[in-house]
């Protein structure tokens, strides 16, 4: 079987971090907005528009005309995010992104209902573990993220029974937990005289674990929740061969908060 080169796919929500990646030579720039990206380090929520995504798109082809673009549309949504994700498709309509990333399989109807010609991306942060559950989706999703517990020769088997386009993250943190909780904004608020209810912007803590005292968590904190992100971050690069005879579509390098 003749090798591809695969996608090398990153993230950006800003406008140095999307002209970073560009320079460093990325395929793939995956747009975010924090409003819908449920762990993003960017902090959107003040604003009620999706101007932005526009902005950094057309600041991307003009660095890069053949940039790939996407938006990280991976919300757990509530009723409450359904207006703000019908905002955003008008605004991907017309700054022509039509692809968009999702964790949740639910939103693919919704979202195809209002943007019929958005080819759809499942990046689920867990699940997604075998042939059986990559080739239901395969019709559904034009790209599938494949879990980051998978081994080699699980990923090796998935690839060999599927013809469905697979990404694995070759670089950055591991998400262990999350939690709509806000546990920092609480215990700040809990030993503060001044008590407020509403969530704050987003914030990073560092975190001992009990189990491992010489090994520190990142505590991540956004207005849609907490997030544990493992003390050290995967990292291939070692491993280039075996990934490249994978043969996958995406290669998926994340730096967000970094």
């Given at each position: 079987?003749?090798?591809?080169?695969?996608?090398?796919?990153t993230?950006?929500?800003?406008?140095?971090t999307?002209?970073?990646?560009?320079?460093a030579?990325?395929?793939?720039?995956?747009l975010?907005?924090?409003?819908?990206?449920q762990?993003?380090?960017?902090?959107?929520?003040?604003?009620?528009?999706?101007?932005?995504?526009?902005?950094?798109?057309k600041?991307?082809?003009?660095q890069?005309?053949?940039?790939k673009?996407?938006?990280?549309?991976?919300?757990?949504?509530?009723?409450?995010?359904?207006?703000?994700?019908?905002?955003?498709?008008?605004?991907?309509?017309?700054a022509n992104?039509?692809t968009i990333?999702?964790q949740?399989?639910?939103?693919?109807?919704?979202?195809?209902?209002y943007?019929?010609?958005a080819?759809?991306t499942?990046?689920t942060?867990?699940?997604?573990?075998?042939?059986?559950?990559?080739?239901f989706?395969?019709?559904?999703f034009?790209?599938?993220?494949?879990?980051?517990?998978?081994?080699?020769?699980?990923?090796?088997?998935?690839?060999?029974?599927t013809?469905?386009?697979?990404?694995?993250?070759?670089?950055?943190p591991?998400?262990?937990?999350q939690?709509?909780?806000?546990?920092i904004?609480?215990?700040?608020?809990?030993?503060?005289k001044?008590?407020?209810?509403?969530?704050?912007?987003?914030?990073?803590?560092r975190?001992?674990?009990n189990?491992?005292p010489n090994k520190?968590?990142?505590?991540?904190?956004?207005?849609?929740g907490?997030?544990?992100?493992?003390?050290f971050?995967?990292?291939?690069?070692?491993?280039?061969?075996?990934?490249?005879?994978?043969?996958?579509?995406?290669?998926?390098i994340?730096?967000?908060?970094?």
């Open positions: 079987m003749k090798k591809k080169q695969p996608t090398i796919s993230f950006a929500s800003t406008k140095s999307l002209i970073t990646a560009i320079k030579g990325i395929d793939h720039i995956i975010e907005d924090s409003k819908l990206s762990r993003s380090f960017s902090n959107d929520f003040e604003n009620s528009n999706f101007n932005k995504v526009a902005q950094l798109a600041l991307a082809k003009a890069k005309h053949d940039i673009l996407s938006f990280n549309l991976d919300i757990i949504p509530l009723k409450k995010h359904y207006p703000l994700i019908k905002m955003a498709l008008k605004t991907l309509k017309k992104i039509n990333r999702i949740n399989p639910g939103l693919a109807l919704f979202i195809k209902t943007y019929p010609a080819t759809l499942l990046a942060e867990t699940g997604n573990l075998n042939s059986s559950s990559v080739n989706y395969k019709d559904i034009e790209v599938q993220s494949l879990s980051n517990e998978l081994c080699y020769e699980e990923i090796k088997k998935i690839s060999q029974t013809s469905a386009k697979l990404e694995i993250q070759v670089h950055g591991i998400l262990i937990a939690s709509p909780r806000h546990f904004s609480e215990h700040k608020n809990k030993n503060s001044r008590h407020n209810t509403t969530p704050q912007p987003p914030l990073k803590r975190i001992i674990d189990d491992h520190t968590l990142t505590f991540h904190e956004n207005p849609h907490n997030f544990i992100l493992n003390f971050d995967r990292s291939l690069i070692e491993h280039l061969p075996k990934l490249i005879d994978l043969n996958l579509k995406s290669w998926l994340d730096a967000r908060g970094e």
